[in-house]
């Protein structure tokens, strides 16, 4: 579950700079949460280990591939 949603939105608003978000994310709805935030990029890392499609399904599901 991300909790810092809020402070992403807060952080991304009123900078031009891309932002990297990492930690916690988990799930396709995680990752959809954070870039809906206004995260430019994700990083995953245990759970990209933990389930091999993750970053596949991410890629797809945001149009990345």
Known sequence: NIQKTPRITKNTHN????????????SLDDVQKVLRAGADKIAINTAAIENKNLILYALIRNNQL
Request: glycine letters at 24%.
């Open 15 to 26: 900078i031009f700079v891309p932002v990297t978000v990492g930690g916690g994310i988990k």
